[in-house]
């Protein structure tokens, strides 16, 4: 059995110990579709990258030979990228402003597609991290609602150097009084944490793919 299989099966039978019902979005980032077929063959279906060309570039044929596959946006997404981004992702994790949420809208009505939408949110109040703060996310999910994306949920990506759990504590429950069912947090150092704190999906990539270059 190829190492990121395993790797796979041990992080799902830890979490569903916990949430039968998690969906692990496989971060493949920067490795080659060569590390990547392994866990296509053997039927994992959510794949998460952070930039749009490189996406393209390595998916756009996977897409059509494994038609299940859920692609998930999970880095910063820029408006000039967003026609490019709806075409091969199914979620979009990322969304922080009415300007990238109204350009995601009106890519996808160009093509009739649906894409699914988290709103990302600067939990800790990083002025280096993207996501919208807790006073303006009322709003946004109000105008993305009007706008009538297909919002399923919240996403953050807390501190590595502080303990999160307190932050997914929040979290969880913004996504509840705001009425969403998803809720995407938890990586490699953290998703047992995540998990516990009702994620639906963690975005795991050194843990099932080793280390990065």
């Known amino acids: 059995m190829h190492k990121s299989i395993s790797n796979l099966i041990?992080?799902?039978?830890?979490?569903?110990k916990i949430n039968e019902?998690?969906?692990i979005i496989a971060?493949?980032?920067?490795?080659?579709?060569?590390?990547i077929?392994?866990?296509?063959d053997y039927g994992h279906i959510h794949f998460g990258e952070n930039k749009v060309q490189e996406a393209l570039d390595k998916w756009e044929l996977i897409k059509k030979e494994y038609k299940n596959i859920k692609l998930h946006m999970?880095?910063?997404l820029q408006t000039n990228k967003v026609k490019f981004a709806v075409r091969i992702f199914d979620y979009i994790h990322s969304v922080d402003s009415e300007k990238l949420a109204k350009k995601i809208s009106d890519e996808q009505n160009k093509i009739n597609k649906k894409v699914k939408i988290f709103i990302q949110v600067n939990i800790a109040n990083e002025k280096q991290k993207s996501g919208v703060d807790k006073d303006n996310l009322k709003q946004l999910v109000s105008y993305c609602k009007k706008i009538d994306l297909d919002l399923v949920g919240l996403m953050c990506i807390p501190s590595v150097d502080i303990d999160p759990e307190n932050y997914f504590k929040e979290m969880c429950q913004l996504n509840?009084?705001?009425g969403l069912n998803e809720l995407s947090m938890g990586m490699s150092s953290d998703y047992v944490k995540a998990v516990k704190c009702f994620a639906t999906f963690i975005r795991v990539?050194?843990?099932?793919f080793g280390q990065r270059n």
């Not at 971060?27 to 590390?35: E, G």
């Open 27 to 35: 971060v493949s980032k920067t490795f080659k579709i060569d590390k």
């Open 10 to 16: 041990s992080i799902k039978s830890e979490v569903e």
């Open 205 to 208: 990539g050194s843990s099932i």
């Open 176 to 178: 509840k009084s705001l």
């Open 37 to 40: 077929y392994p866990l296509l």
């Open 21 to 23: 019902h998690i969906n």
């Open 74 to 76: 999970i880095g910063k």
